[in-house]
């Protein structure tokens, strides 16, 4: 990312096209904002809707059995959808709420609207959007926004994570019995799940282990030295894509149960400030062998 003036950026992807245009077009190209702060800009412009629906009876339907959508869901995509197509037309975006769009690109936006519907629908004041940007599957940009409580996590691949413009940095706790840790469970197939066996064992060799119902929030957490640690089956990638950024430029580490890069949409993440991932994953290694579901058969 190159800056052009205060306020204006332009991207690496357009280096090569900005030479070899005329002098007209590449003053459109500058005015392309910079990723973060695009995706910042969205995240505060789709707070607003949640806020407003927030105060009003949530209008529920049902994509599952305990599947929720609300129309906050809906209203929030539609806005965030709208503006990144018109910053980035390029780009593709997938949103969970399905008008997202695939033109080919390496650059993909991945978009919660609304993570944490449930909460949302039940006045629990703990949801948040988040908003990442990936170039061939690299996280470059990250937002999770909780717009309740105004709380504001950014990340930039290479330039550190801040909460509300502030530096943050995942924990120093360096045991897991002295951690507290934080999981999920999904609204599909909630039988066939195997983290209530995670959730015991974790829980009694922890602090505790907190479910806070929303996936992007609780990676945000780690970021910032709340949790020291989280894991979770079968997220998908609009929850998890912002959050891994953050806390990989907070210090910390994400991978899965064997150790390997945690890949976006993967079947299980495991997200730790560092210092206790080695311990929590031998007990999540120890469980697997018993079988809960043997991460999901791989
Ligand atoms: C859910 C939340 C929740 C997690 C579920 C997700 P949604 O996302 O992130 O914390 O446990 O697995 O599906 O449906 O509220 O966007
Ligand atoms: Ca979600
Ligand atoms: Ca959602």
């Known amino acids: 990312m190159r800056q052009f003036s205060r306020r204006w950026w332009y991207s690496d992807e357009h280096v090569g096209a900005l030479r070899a245009l005329p002098r007209r077009a590449t003053a459109v190209l500058f005015m392309r904002k910079d990723y973060l702060e695009a995706a910042i800009e969205i995240a505060r412009e789709a707070g607003k809707i949640l806020l407003e629906e927030f105060d009003r009876p949530a209008q ?24 990144l197509t018109k910053y980035f037309p390029e780009h593709s975006i997938a949103a969970e709420e399905g008008t997202g769009h695939d033109g080919g690109s390496e650059f993909r936006w991945h978009v919660d609207p609304l993570d944490g519907t449930t909460n949302f629908a039940h006045g629990y004041p703990c949801f948040s959007i988040s908003i990442a940007l990936a170039q061939r599957g690299a996280l470059l940009a990250g937002v999770v926004y909780n717009p309740f409580y105004d709380e504001l996590f950014a990340a930039a691949r290479g330039g550190g994570a801040t909460l509300n413009g502030k530096r943050i940095f995942v924990s120093k706790v360096d045991t897991l019995a002295t951690s ?44 910032a030295g709340r949790f020291d640690g989280f894991w979770e089956f079968g997220l ?61 058969r791989r």
Not at 186 to 199: D, E, F
């Open 236 to 296: 998908k990638a609009w929850d998890t894509a912002a959050g891994v950024l953050l806390i990989e430029e907070a210090g910390g580490k994400v991978s899965d149960f064997n150790g390997q890069p945690y890949e976006l949409g993967g079947a299980v993440i495991l997200a730790t400030n560092g210092l206790i991932h080695e311990e929590a994953r031998g007990v999540a290694l120890e469980i697997s062998k018993r079988d809960p579901a043997a991460p999901l």
């Open 60 to 83: 529920i339907t049902y994509k599952g059995d305990v599947d929720l959508v609300t129309q906050a869901d809906k209203r929030s995509e539609e806005a965030i959808v709208t503006r």
């Open 180 to 223: 507290l840790l934080c999981t999920g469970f999904p609204v599909h197939k909630r039988l066939a799940n195997p983290n209530i066996h995670y959730y015991w064992d974790f829980t009694l060799r922890s602090h505790g282990v907190r479910r806070d119902g929303s996936a992007a929030m609780d990676l945000a957490s780690v970021a």
